[in-house]
Structure formats: C-alpha cells, structure tokens
C-alpha cells in the first residue's frame, strides 16, 4: 500500500531559484495493483517516486509505503520496497551472486534466507548460468535479471518502477514488463513511471497523468477515456497536459 | 550508527577495491617498485658523479704570476689543477662553467714573501656549482700550505721552534649518537613523503568510492538500500583509511629495504648512521593514524560533491598543495615542535614524528599533537557525515 498525501517538494536551483518540482501531489496505490505515474520529461515523476523510496525527502505533505512514514520511519520505508530504475546500476567488479548477496546482507537477511533467496530467484530468472560472472561482464538482458534479483531478495510488498523501461529494446523492455505483471499477480504494490503510453495501456490498473509538477487527472484507463471522450490514450494525455506548454 | 551496516560496506568494498586494477596499481606495485628503482638510481649517480667530479683535475686559468716562477711551479707541480693559458675573459668562462676557479696573483708576490709584506691571492670561482667550489677548496689548501711552509722555513731561519705557527689546536667532535645524526639529517624527510604518501592514498579510493559511484549510478542503488547514510559513509571511510595506510606501510617498507640496500652497495665509506628504532617507525605509524583519518575524511566530503571522476580530480588535486606545505615547513630544520606548533594540523604531526625519529620523546607535546588531530579528524568525519546526509550534493546535476 502506498498512500501520498498532499506530497510536495521544492529545491533550490541557483539559476532558477525556487523549482517546484513536485506540487501537493495525493493518491494511493493498493495491494494487487499497477499504478502508472505518466507524464512528460521533467513533470516531476522520478522526484515523486524518489520521495516514495526516501532518496528524497518531502518539503511538504508526506507519504506512507507499506503502513510506514517516509519521513519518520525512512529505514523501515526502504527495507520494504524495491527499487528499480534504469539509473539503478550495479557494481561492475561483483559477481551476479555477490551483488545480490550484499543487498540481502544490507536488508538484513541472514546467510540462511540470503542463500534460500538467491536460489529461488536465479531459478526463477533463469540466472544460474551466469551466477559467478562479474557485472561488466554481463549483456543489458542479464544486467537486468542481476537488477530485478537484487530488488526481489528481500520480498518487498511494494516496488517502485522508475521509467524501467527506458532505452531498452523491445525484448528486454518486455521481460520488464512481464516481472511487473508477476509482481501484480504476488500481490504486491506496484507503482511505475513511464511517458510511453502503450506500456500504461498494457499494464496499468490505475493511471495518475502528472503535469509540471502536478496530478491532473486520475483513473482506470476506462474512466480517463470517458471522461475526455477519447479512445487513445494520447489523445487523452495531450487534452490533461497540453494546455499549451 | 549501526557498525554491522557499516562494516558490511566496508567489506564489500574491500572486495572491490582488490579487484581494480588501478588501486592495485596506486597503492601496492608504485610503492613497491618505484622506490627501490628511485633509491638505486639516484645511489648510483650520486656516487659515480660525486666520484668523477673529485676525480676530475679541475681547470683553472691564473692571472699574473709571470714575476713569480715559484709560486707559479709550485702550482702546476699541483696534481688536483689543470692550468690552462689565462684568457681575457676568464671571468666569463667561470660563470659559464667551461673552466672551474680562477686565480689572481699580485705582482711580486714571490719578492714580497721574502720582504715581508702581507699579499693577497684571489680565488674567483662560482658558489652553488659543486665542481668549482671543489676547485675552489683545493686551491685554497694549495695556498694554505703554501703558506704554512712559507711560515715553516721563516721559523726555521730564525731557529724557532714550528709549533710557534700553532700555539694551540682546536679539535671539535661530534658527540651526539651516530644514529641520533642521521636521524637530524634526514628525520625531517621521512615524516614528510609518510604524510603525502598516505594523502596520494587515500585520494584515488575516496574519488571511486563517492563521485565514481555517482558516475556509474551505483550511488542510488545503494541509496535504496535500507543502510543509513551515516553507516554508508563510515563504510567507505574505513576502506579509505585503509588503503591510506596501508599505502603508506608499505612505501615505508620498501623505502626502507632499498635505502638499506643502496647504503650498503653505494654508501659503504660514509660514517653517517642511518638505522632508525623500529620502535620509532612503529610509534610515528601510530601518530600518522588520525591524520589518516582526517585525511580520508575530508577526501570523502570534497569528492562527494563532484558529479564524476574528473570532476573530483579538478576538487582533491589543489588539495595536494595544501598538505604538501606544512609537511615541507615541518620537514625544513630548525622549525620545531612547541605549543602553539601542536596546534597546526599537518604540520604538528610531521614535527612530532620527526622528534621520535631523533629519538626524543615528548610525551605531553605527543599527546597533544595526537588529541589535536583526533579532533581535526573528528570534525573531518563529521563534515563527511553530514555531505552524505545531504540530497543536493547526492543528487548534485
């Protein structure tokens, strides 16, 4: 379960002094659930989510994931999500299993459920090949399976999906996609951020459309369409967002 | 602080440092390898130039003497001279090194030795060349005895006894240890590569371990990791000081076997001691380590706000200078250790070590070097801390 409310933040940019990245944003995502932040490059979706897994911290409002406060409890926050970005990236000179090994120490997982862990994910994502391979040594399509093993050795009830698709090719950004969907089906919490609009029509439950900082609309996919009488989905985002930007 | 959190940082990133190749390279085979190579270098040259220029019968033009034949055969009797045929521009050939001293001798100077007037000889050579003021002292010996001859047959003409020449002799000694020697000579040194060398290595593993991992984006995985901030930093802080001593052991190490060896292959004539008290080295090790600390520390605050490697480069090298200066006030002699000397970082503890290397204790001014860098360290560790807690310099774009 991951509950927003009225979450805000501000920097501060020499340049353009004031920046109001994220402004007063509230929603909440459940259990069994794909939620889909969509917005445009700079709309303030990495800063949300970043807010969400206690990178950043909120200037205003607050938030709780998985019944903990991001601000109070940030330690509790983070040992119950997983995080997966393609920003994300993992130590070159550690081996597949190393990696993995050391966010579960991190988490901390005894060696017991670390190695229980491990087993389990590197057979479920057909890891077992490459377990001892270093990192920089590994192809994007195993970098990825590395990332995904290294979010799931805990068992988070809630992931955080930021852009996870971003600059991959088709097949990779499918097996994404597929792990989002299981996520679903394990009845996690799921959020993700994304500006493709077919990925948000593919997987989401719930859409959140975000613009310059703000949440403008939100819904099931069903719902947006019929409230801005517009099947395709780009049409709709571009009637929420394009008031002339 | 959660010390399990932190070492599990550490440990990790031991694993990866030992697997870079550059660390490998900057804090092990450098070390290792250059100094003996450096040692047995500059040793050879040394001797095989120090040796050539003694050797060498110095060239030398004079100036008059034409009314002098005994003076004159005397000198060209005189093996360690060259006299070549005195040019005009003499002077000039001094300055330009192609001859080493020249010498000017008055008119008459042969006749005035035997009518008793006082003459003077000059020597005109170039102060800081080592070959002319080699030339120049064996000139002056030349003369020196010379004139104590001269003075000698006076003496005997008259039936007086020589030691009228010499009522008395001065005879000063060195009274200090041989090893209490050495030590002033080069004491001042050692604590001075020690401080850069621990400075140079703590620098490549700091830069790795914050602006690098911003550069490679392993700086938000492991922000999404339930590991506090505090613990991440004191993790990697421990690798730096590891690395930062380890570096400076083992450059010591290596100093110190190829010194030995150069001195025993090279130096064997020489009757400079240079054995220092393992105990010594041990007790400056000991003092080094809070600046150790305070080094990594600061290493690891300055780094992190850089967004890349280079970045941190352009940040940690006028760094470099800012060590280097009060190591090498410490190193220069007669700057010594007091109370108000304690208080400066890096510059008291490169006099305190130099003191242990001489063999003096003392224990309150030691205390307060050590406390006063602990504390420096402590505010290092500190600043650290709080850069890492910082999201504007974590996320810096």
Not at chain 1, 195 to 209: A, P, T
Not at chain 2, 21 to 43: Q, W
Not at chain 2, 142 to 167: H, K, T, V, W
Not at chain 2, 329 to 348: D, V
């Amino acid at each position: 379960m991951i509950e927003a409310r009225q979450l805000g933040k501000v920097f501060n940019d020499k340049k353009r002094g004031e920046v109001r990245a994220v402004d007063s944003i509230s929603f909440t995502c459940r259990p069994g659930e794909i939620y889909g932040l969509l917005g445009a490059n700079g709309a303030g979706k990495t800063t949300t989510l970043r807010m969400l897994a206690t990178i950043l911290s909120p200037t205003s409002g607050g938030a709780t994931v998985a019944g903990y406060d991001v601000v109070r409890e940030p330690t509790q926050v983070r040992a119950h999500i997983g995080f997966l970005s393609t920003a994300t990236a993992l130590y070159d000179r550690l081996t597949a299993e190393e990696t993995v090994e050391y966010f579960g120490r991190l988490q901390g997982l005894d060696s017991a459920t670390i190695s229980r862990r491990m087993s389990e994910l590197f057979k479920a994502l057909d890891m077992e090949e490459f377990r001892d391979r270093r990192c920089a040594k590994l192809s994007t399509g195993m970098k990825q399976k590395v990332s995904i093993a290294r979010t799931l050795v805990h068992d988070p009830p809630v992931m955080i999906f930021d852009e996870p698709t971003n600059g991959l090719d088709v097949m990779a950004a499918r097996a994404i996609t597929d792990f989002i969907r299981e996520c679903r089906n394990q009845n996690k919490t799921v959020i993700f951020s994304t500006h493709v609009m077919s990925e948000v029509e593919k997987l989401c439950d719930r859409i959140g459309v975000i613009h310059k900082g703000q949440l403008c609309a939100e819904g099931t996919l069903d719902e947006l369409r019929a409230r801005y009488r517009s099947d395709n989905l780009e049409e709709v985002f571009v009637a929420i967002s394009g008031d002339g930007r | 602080m959660n010390l399990n959190n932190a070492l599990i940082v550490f440990r990790k990133e031991l694993r990866d440092m030992l697997r870079d190749k550059r660390t490998i390279r900057s804090m092990i085979i450098i070390p290792v390898v250059a100094f003996p190579l450096l040692f047995t270098i500059i040793g050879w040259a040394a001797t095989k130039f120090s040796g050539e220029a003694s050797k060498e019968a110095s060239a030398v033009m004079v100036h008059g003497g034409d009314d002098s034949p005994k003076v004159m055969d005397a000198l060209r009797a005189y093996g360690a001279i060259r006299i070549l045929p005195y040019q005009s521009d003499a002077r000039q050939e001094v300055a330009d090194k192609t001859i080493r001293a020249l010498v000017e001798i008055p008119d008459g100077f042969d006749a005035s030795l035997s009518d008793g007037h006082s003459r003077q000889v000059a020597i005109g050579y170039f102060e800081g060349d080592i070959k002319s003021e080699l030339a120049k002292d064996k000139l002056q010996k030349f003369f020196d005895d010379y004139r104590d001859n001269i003075a000698r047959q006076a003496l005997a003409a008259r039936g007086l006894p020589a030691s009228l020449l010499e009522p008395f002799k001065v005879d000063s000694q060195n009274i200090a240890p041989p090893s209490k020697v050495g030590a002033a000579i080069f004491g001042g040194w050692i604590p001075y590569m020690i401080i850069i060398l621990c400075f140079t290595g703590a620098m490549y593993p700091a830069m790795d371990l914050t602006a690098g991992e911003k550069e490679r984006g392993t700086m938000e995985t492991i922000l999404t990791s339930p590991v506090a901030r505090t613990d991440l930093v004191i993790g990697k802080f421990l690798m730096v000081v590891l690395a930062s001593v380890v570096t400076a052991i083992l450059s010591m190490t290596s100093m110190g076997l190829s010194f030995a060896w150069s001195k025993r292959s090279f130096l064997s004539g020489s009757d400079i001691q240079m054995s220092i008290d393992p105990s010594a080295v041990l007790a400056v090790i000991f003092l080094l380590l809070p600046l150790a600390v305070l080094f990594a520390a600061v290493l690891l605050a300055v780094a992190l706000i850089a967004k890349s490697y280079r970045e941190a480069q352009t940040y940690v090298s006028p760094l470099v200078f800012v060590v280097i200066l009060p190591a090498i006030i410490g190193a220069m002699p007669g700057i010594e250790l007091n109370w108000k000397t304690a208080l400066i970082p890096i510059l008291n503890t490169s006099l305190v070590s130099k003191d242990v290397i001489e063999g003096n204790y003392h224990w309150g001014l030691m205390a307060a070097v050590f406390g006063m860098t602990c504390v420096y360290a402590a505010i290092g560790i500190a600043a650290a801390v709080r850069m890492f807690n910082r999201e504007e310099v974590l996320f810096r774009v």
